[in-house]
């Protein structure tokens, strides 16, 4: 089985700065993508930035210049700057990867107000 473990998040004020992680553990044989999601309350979970085992990355249009992801070995990050309220949600890590296919971590409140 594969293990996510996410933490960095919290409360911020708009214009501000987190940082996301999210360490993959257990017996994978072989990372294909990385990612993060957030879902908002009544709102469908939407991607927000992946990462392939090439290093080629994309992400939702409305946080592009403001978030970047990057991986190290088995752990993904998310960057996340210039915070805005309507980023405000539970962000998820996701791993593609064999022999497991999708897996998902239990999710980490990231919450931006004044």
């Known amino acids: 089985q594969v293990q996510l473990v996410e933490s960095g998040g919290g409360l911020v004020q708009p214009g501000g700065s987190l940082r996301l992680s999210c360490a993959a553990s257990?017996?994978?044989?072989?990372?294909?993508?990385m990612a993060w999601y957030r879902q908002a309350p009544g709102k469908q979970r939407d991607l927000v930035a992946g990462?392939?085992?090439?290093?080629e990355t994309n992400y939702l249009d409305r946080v592009k210049g403001r978030f970047t992801i990057s991986r190290d070995k088995n752990t993904v990050y998310l960057q996340m700057n210039s915070l805005k309220p309507e980023d405000t949600a539970v962000y998820y890590c996701n791993l593609d990867s064999d022999p497991w296919g999708v897996s998902w971590g239990q999710g980490t409140q990231v919450t931006v107000s004044s």
């Open positions: 990462i392939s085992i090439l290093g």
């Open positions: 257990g017996s994978i044989f072989n990372i294909k993508t």
